[in-house]
């Protein structure tokens, strides 16, 4: 059964940076879209960043754009995510997800302070 841990979460001021890792127990990820997505309290989860199999292409949810950058290394079967540029409006739980098997990583906390 795949696990993910997803990790690199924490407390950074506004204009910092965060790399989040997710890390798979199995190699079932590296034949599967990855996303990166987040939770804001009281808000629903939103699609933050996706990248296919290869990665060869990436999406990026417009609020993000030129900021953040999903990476994937399937040799370690682990998707990245790069923050850059952090806005107090990133503040939210960030969630892995492997699209293939519909799998959800227990998330971690991203807090940006102004």
């Known amino acids: 059964q795949v696990q993910l841990v997803e990790s690199g979460g924490g407390l950074v001021q506004a204009g910092g940076s965060l790399r989040l890792s997710c890390a798979a127990s199995g190699n079932t990820i590296s034949i599967s879209v990855m996303g990166w997505y987040r939770q804001a309290p009281g808000k629903q989860r939103e699609l933050v960043a996706a990248i296919t199999s290869s990665g060869g292409s990436t999406n990026y949810a417009d609020s993000v754009k030129g900021r953040f950058t999903i990476s994937r290394d399937n040799a370690k079967n682990t998707v990245y995510l790069q923050m850059n540029s952090l806005k107090p409006e990133d503040t939210g739980i960030y969630y892995c997800?492997?699209?293939?098997?519909?799998?959800w990583g227990q998330g971690t906390q991203v807090t940006v302070s102004s």
């Open positions: 997800y492997v699209d293939r098997i519909g799998l």
